[in-house]
């Protein structure tokens, strides 16, 4: 006889799925779909093995809810919103979802500066105005250097479109690193030399608050600050601070949480985390996820992060 299915409280609609794929993800558990997260039924609680879940507070409270879980896995990179301490102490293993994003990361990052250097946005307002004001100007990429912080897939893929595009590169990384054509410095160096400062790493108690108001003041005023990595990686209120006083160029980031309190920048472009959707990696992610949740709902540890 075979064994039951493990139940599983999946935080998304159904729909969210690739039709063709949902079918592999239904033969190996038994769902429990829940947009936000929650359960009307206690019985139904009770009975979770397995919890899919994206970016959403995870924390003991939740956790303690689900006396039967015995795994998470976060539909994306990220795990950090999961309380990795309840699950170690409750024998809760965590997995995550690494490398499904492709080159749309890297491509989103560098669209982003694209738009800031060359005032994208600021132009088409203006095209769109009766009356055309004094606009900024822009400056090539070619000759300029780009500053990659983490040298990983999404930091060597921005790395090669800025080399195409005849920049010279420069980066840093938690270890010694060789990428033909570029050079690897300290993070003061990294701030000093680059015309555009990328922020490919990930959000670790190293990184959070890595760019403050002093490595703000060492790059230059002309320069541009990327981010398509945790919002925590930036000081906001030292980065408005800059801003105002124009000691940098511009920013542009691909904001994961709230964006309200980069709304009024001056100089900046925002996309609300959609650096990785494309239909490419939409399907590589759910690829993905379904595969270690199959896994996991035998007994594997496909991605375990905790």
Same mark, same amino acid.
């Not at 990930?202 to 002309?222: F, H, N, Q, R, Y």
């Given at each position: ?7 599983? +409280?999946?935080?998304? &609609?159904?729909?969210? $799925?690739? *039709? @063709?794929? %949902?079918?592999? !993800? ?5 769902? #429990? ?16 093995? +397995?919890?899919?879940? &994206?970016?959403?507070? $995870?924390? *003991? @409270?939740? %956790?303690?809810? !689900? ?5 998470? #896995? ?233």
């Amino acid at each position: 006889m075979n064994a039951p299915l493990p139940t599983a +409280l999946v935080s998304m &609609a159904a729909d969210e $799925i690739p *039709a @063709d794929l %949902l079918p592999m !993800l239904e033969e190996r558990i038994k769902p #429990i779909w829940s947009p936000d997260g929650v359960i009307s039924n206690p019985d139904e609680s009770n009975d979770v093995e +397995l919890l899919i879940t &994206a970016n959403a507070t $995870i924390d *003991a @409270d939740y %956790l303690s809810r !689900l006396p039967a879980l015995r795994a998470v #896995i976060t539909t994306g990179t990220a795990y950090d919103y999961v309380d990795l301490a309840y699950c170690r102490d409750h024998g809760v293993k965590v997995h995550n979802t690494p490398g499904y994003t492709g080159s749309s990361v890297a491509e989103h990052a560098f669209a982003l500066l694209l738009t800031a250097v060359r005032h994208v946005v600021t132009y088409d307002a203006a095209a769109r105005r009766d009356e055309p004001g004094e606009e900024p100007i822009a400056f090539e990429l070619a000759g300029r250097t780009a500053g990659i912080i983490g040298l990983g897939d999404v930091g060597g893929r921005i790395a090669r479109f800025a080399q195409a595009f005849d920049m010279r590169v420069v980066f840093t990384n938690r270890s010694a690193k060789h990428f033909e054509g570029a050079e690897q410095v300290d993070l003061h160096s990294l701030l000093e030399r680059s015309d555009a400062v990328f922020l490919t790493v990930p959000l670790t108690p190293e990184t959070d608050g890595l760019i403050g108001a002093e490595e703000l003041a060492v790059m230059k005023p002309s320069a541009f600050l990327v981010n398509v990595s945790s919002d925590e990686l930036v000081d906001v209120p030292a980065l408005r601070k800059a801003l105002n006083a124009g000691l940098l160029g511009g920013a542009a980031f691909d904001v994961i949480g709230d964006t309200s309190p980069y709304r009024d920048l001056a100089r900046t472009v925002l996309t609300p985390v959609k650096a990785w959707y494309t239909t490419e990696t939409v399907r590589r992610r759910a690829a993905t996820w379904i595969e270690t949740v199959r896994d996991v709902a035998a007994g594997g540890d496909r991605n375990r992060v905790g």
